[in-house]
């Protein structure tokens, strides 16, 4: 969760053309807490609306949903050790905001998977 790995996710986001267009269906902004990583708390949002998918540092504005979480659990979902359903079901992973919106966007996060593993690959969660 370095700030080159969120640069990494900013600009795959930026360059995908089916972030882009569901940006145009959906609204939402989804900020991600990550607390006790090596480089301090780190927070970065989602923002998808008026046709334009951004990922970057800081909080979502206007924020529908927010996610915290631990460094170990972020780090076990990132490398599939652990299922985000599952952190989420047994409270490894806290939600605030709007279910139905994150809902509605499942779409935009699916979308988000292959760029997610493209970085994986080249990622040191160390």
Partial sequence: MSAEWIQAVSSAVAADVTLQQLAHQHTVGLTQVVTGTPHGEVVYHLQVGNGVATLTRGEAS????RFTEPWETAVAVA?????????????HIK????????????????ALNPIFDKIRETTDYK
């Fill in 62 to 65: 206007p924020e529908d949903v």
């Fill in 79 to 91: 490398t599939g050790v652990l299922n985000a359903q599952e952190a989420f079901i047994n409270g």
């Fill in 95 to 110: 939600f605030v905001g709007e279910h139905q919106k994150l809902i509605d966007a499942g779409d935009v996060f699916a």
